[in-house]
């Protein structure tokens, strides 16, 4: 039986961008799709306001995280932030920063304090939050700096990608190309196998999980003629964790591992650095795929799209991949 603490915190992003309007989207869908209960950490005259633009009828109910696994069935429970923002949908503004941070760090201490079962995320304008002074690439690395500030335990956070086809785990993320190769150590390599199986088996309940690993370079290196870093950095690796037991191969031509066959053939694919990661699941299947932190000592998913500050008047903003986020994260193993 579901109860207050199943509640899922969820922080509502960017107000200029379509995080606002998803949310009261999701809400209304939540009956149908079967969405557990969720409580928005953001503004909740601002939430009213994008209802009332786009004809959405969500009634808001201002109230505390307590309250909220009640509220939800008949309204939409939003627990309200310090830091005021403003309503302006399109245009970004940098004041808005602090509040789309405290909703990310609240949220972060409601699940860590056992009131909340998983974090969910609305996208952030990172480029924004970045000149207000944010000092963290991402929502993923900022989680585990959280983690870290809030219970005195070391986080090692690491990005998942998971849609309905294809699940990716790049090893590198939110740095320059030009800085990746250096980035790939055989212990960061190692360090990022090892948490994606030991997630994928305790979260997504796969018992003996597949990973593929792929190369670095065009044809994972062609025999080092396009590159060292395949067979000098990542394949040691694989055999390493292979020969402990550890169903993981490759490294594979990075091009050819993410065909409809290839997929069949691992659970996770293991990626160098973020395109590779990321284009493929987002070009077949951006709609349903989400984006799952592992290595936190909770759940916390989002989204795999952005702010979309582009369409953030229009009203036509897909809440899908929301909604698979929210699933998702009722459906992981706590
Ligand atoms: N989890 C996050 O916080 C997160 C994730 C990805 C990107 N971002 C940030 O978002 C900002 C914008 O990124 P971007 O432009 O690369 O990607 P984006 O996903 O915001 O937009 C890409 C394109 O897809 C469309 N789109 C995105 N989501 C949609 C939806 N739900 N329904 C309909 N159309 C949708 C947009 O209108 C746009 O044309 C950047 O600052 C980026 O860092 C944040
Ligand atoms: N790299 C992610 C993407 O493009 O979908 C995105 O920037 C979100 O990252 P965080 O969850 O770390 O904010």
């Given at each position: ?14 107000p200029?961008?379509i995080?606002p309007e998803?949310v009261l989207k999701?809400w209304l ?13 953001g503004d909740p005259e601002l939430l009213a306001s994008r209802a009332r633009m786009f004809g959405l009828s969500v009634p808001i ?14 309204t939409l429970?939003v ?6 923002m403003t309503d302006n949908p ?222 953030a008047e229009k009203g036509?903003a ?17």
């Amino acid at each position: 039986m579901p109860s207050k603490s199943d509640i899922i915190a969820l922080s509502m992003g960017e107000p200029a961008g379509i995080g606002p309007e998803i949310v009261l989207k999701a809400w209304l869908a939540s009956e149908k799709e079967g969405i557990s209960p969720f409580a928005v950490f953001g503004d909740p005259e601002l939430l009213a306001s994008r209802a009332r633009m786009f004809g959405l009828s969500v009634p808001i109910r201002v109230c505390t995280l307590e309250e909220a696994f009640d509220a939800f069935p008949m309204t939409l429970p939003v627990i309200p932030l310090e830091n005021a923002m403003t309503d302006n949908p399109g245009v970004l503004e940098v004041s808005n920063a602090a509040g789309v941070i405290e909703a990310i760090e609240k949220a972060t201490a409601a699940v860590l304090s056992g009131d909340a079962k998983a974090v969910v995320t609305c996208p952030i304008q990172k480029s924004n939050v970045y000149k207000a002074g944010f000092k963290h690439p991402g929502h993923t690395e900022y989680l585990g700096y959280l983690v870290e500030k809030m219970t005195g335990k070391k986080a090692n956070p690491v990005m998942m990608l998971a849609g309905p086809e294809l699940r990716t785990v790049p090893v590198t993320a939110h740095m320059p190309i030009s800085k990746v190769s250096e980035a790939l150590t055989k212990e960061r390599i190692e360090e990022v196998a090892l948490i994606a199986a030991h997630d994928l088996k305790m979260r997504f309940g796969i018992a003996n999980p597949r990973i593929a690993v792929a190369g670095l370079n065009p044809h994972a290196g062609e025999e080092g003629a396009m590159g060292t870093e395949d067979a000098e950095i990542i394949a040691p690796v694989v055999k390493k964790l292979r020969d402990a037991g550890h169903r993981i191969s490759g490294p594979y031509p990075g091009d050819t591992l993410y065909h409809k066959k290839a997929r069949e053939t691992y659970d996770a694919a293991l990626a160098m650095y973020h395109d590779q990661a990321l284009i493929p699941v987002k070009t077949i299947g951006f709609d349903e795929t989400v984006n799952v932190t592992l290595g936190l000592p909770f759940i916390r998913t989002s989204p795999d799209h952005g702010t979309a500050i582009d369409i953030a008047e229009k009203g036509i903003a897909n809440p899908s991949s929301l909604i698979a986020a929210l699933k998702l994260a009722s459906s992981l193993k706590s």
